[in-house]
């Protein structure tokens, strides 16, 4: 049986490779448009690189109603904030970055965390109904991965029990389901353009609404309320974005096709790779989808694979490979949820599985093809442990 310091010795990869890295537009470029911004000494506030950023990102997207921001997790707060959503409760994913269930928290409002689907790994539209109260407001679901949500039935589910539906989009920037946008779905959706994001604007965020009337509330509410210099129509935040990320964001555009392409190869080589691996899974693509690839999950069998998802990525960063367990732990362990009848593990049971088997590859446009390899062998070299392991006790009985 091979040792795992030589497993080790033999996959280190020389410099470290993180989970993600932001593609970076030319720096002349950039340099270009930080020349006009110092001619205009326009810095912030709807300037002509925001107004032009955000007709150009309605283009991409394929959505007419689109605000930019400043980060997702304020456009997250506005949302709510424009569908009058300030009290009761809220039906939510616990597989996610927190910031889902924290502008919930910020909003008054009780987050409520549904199960996940084993497939989709978003919310199971099975499980949502029966955790629907007199106090339910919305159901706030999450394209996990990019991954579409039941889109449908959670739709279907919302029109019966006249909820509002806000995805959480952050993952799916560019991803398309049965022909449209992504962002056609819901009340409203929210995209980020964190820097770990596959689009990003450094910080930055998008809230996609349905009508004129709601956007241009978005619009107000995002500005402090302020409706004209002596009127301000409601208790807005600030949560607009600046020139510098909107020329950032103009530049990643012209990338993000590139990006995606590229991202693809890496998800390929990995598919192929580890579609084999004993113990390993690996996400199959979702029906009627058009992927971002913005990450590669693969969930770890410990029976199978001889070894747990911890153990492998220990094993990892001493091969200097920095993958993620996104979303482990479960956002409702956290001690501001744990208390809640809907946090217990119990009620949580594919969530809190998927949330101790997942990890997410490196990936990225400029990864090196062999260093995705590598990354394979090293996975399957630690499986191939336990395929040795079981031999050798088959042999000994
Ligand atoms: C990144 C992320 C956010 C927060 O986005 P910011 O732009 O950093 O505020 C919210 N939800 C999910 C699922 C995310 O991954």
Known sequence: MQDLAEIIREHKLAVPVYVTQPVMPKLEGYVEHLAGIWERKWLTNDGPLHQEFERRLSEYVDADHVSVFCNATIALMVALETLRIDSGEVITTPFTFPATSHVLYWNRVRPVFCDIDPVT????????????????????????????????????????????????AAHAFAVRHKGKSILAYGDISVL??????????????????????????????????????????????????????????????????????????????????????????????????????????????????????DDLFVVMRHCNVFARKYFYPLISHASCYSALPSAAAVKLPVAERVATQVICLPIYGSLEHETARTICRLIAACAARRDRHAALAGTLC
């Open 121 to 168: 790994m978003n919310l199971d539209p099975s499980k949502i109904e029966r955790l629907i109260s007199p106090e339910t407001k919305a159901i706030l679901p999450v394209h996990v991965y990019g991954r579409p949500c039941d889109v449908e039935t959670i739709q279907r589910i919302a029109e019966i029990h006249g909820l509002h539906v806000i995805y959480d």
């Open 192 to 309: 980020s353009f964190h820097a770990t994001k596959l689009f990003t604007t450094i910080e930055g965020g998008a809230l996609i609404s349905r009508t004129d009337v709601q956007r241009k509330r978005v619009n107000f509410l995002k500005n402090f309320g302020i409706a004209d210099e002596e009127t301000v129509v409601g208790p807005g935040i600030n949560g607009k974005m600046n020139e510098f990320q909107a020329a950032f964001g103009l530049m990643q555009l012209q990338l993000v096709d590139g990006e995606i392409h590229n991202r693809r190869e890496i998800a390929l080589i990995y598919r192929e790779a580890l579609r084999h691996v004993a113990g390993i899974t690996v996400l199959e693509e979702l029906p009627d989808t058009e992927s971002n690839y913005a990450y590669f999950p693969i969930l770890i069998e410990t029976e199978d694979f001889g070894m747990s998802r």
